[in-house]
């Protein structure tokens, strides 16, 4: 018995193409994957820096509705001030 084939160069060429028309469509997905990661990535940024923006509009402007809106749920405001004595103070204040 003869396990052995003998490889045809054309045959070689052939796989060797199909291979590489095979890694150059995974480079592509990949490449597309990647960009829609970083537009996803952009868009992030984009809504924080509208709501930044929103927020200092609302303090501009004396809108306690619209800086409302660009808070979340559930947030606590800490501040620090002097008391009378000198002593520093933490203040808490939470929002539902």
Known sequence: ???HR????NTSVLIINQLSLIMKK???VA???LSLKSLAQQTDQDAIK????TMFTA???GDSTMLRSTF???IAFHSIANNKDG???????KRG
């Open 1 to 3: 018995m003869n396990w």
């Open 6 to 9: 003998p490889v045809n160069y």
């Open 26 to 28: 995974l480079i592509a």
């Open 31 to 33: 490449l597309v994957l």
């Open 50 to 53: 509208q709501t930044i923006n």
């Open 59 to 61: 303090m501009r402007k």
């Open 72 to 74: 979340a749920k559930g």
């Open 87 to 93: 002593s520093a103070a933490l203040g808490i204040e």
